[in-house]
């Protein structure tokens, strides 16, 4: 009789895109909490009663340099979400496949910034 070699059970092991995925997850989570930071160091400064009672001279305008930064920085994590969503769309081939929520969201937030900045 003929012996079947056992062979390793595919579905259980995470392949090289799986990690990519998991990686630009990891990446798009991390994008989004810089361009949080740098949006606060970019927006102007907040008045609180102790600035008025001392006659403190605050920042009333938006940094440019900063929101310029911040842009750049959400228009690259704009694309490469993009290239993470264009790969998922094409390697998942069940219904029951991971779809990419955290991708889906921080492109979505990344695009309403850069064209609320973009336009105003």
């Known amino acids: ?14 392949d090289f895109f799986g990690l990519v ?16 930071l740098i949006f ?11 600035d008025r ?3 403190l001279k605050l920042r009333r305008y938006w940094n440019q340099n900063y929101v310029r930064f911040l842009v750049d920085v959400l228009g690259a ?3 490469i979400n993009a290239a993470g969503l ?10 029951t496949d991971h779809r990419n929520r ?5 492109i979505f937030y990344s695009l309403l910034f850069v064209l609320s900045k973009t336009l105003l």
């Open 1 to 14: 009789m003929m012996e079947k070699r056992k062979q390793a059970d595919r579905r259980k092991s995470i």
């Open 40 to 50: 606060h160091r970019a927006q102007p400064e907040f008045e609180t009663f102790f």
């Open 21 to 36: 995925f998991i990686w630009m997850n990891i990446a798009a989570c991390a994008g989004l909490i810089a361009a949080i």
């Open 102 to 106: 955290v991708l889906i969201l921080t």
């Open 53 to 55: 009672f001392y006659h």
């Open 77 to 79: 994590g704009t694309l």
């Open 86 to 95: 264009l790969l998922s769309r094409y390697r998942g081939r069940r219904s």
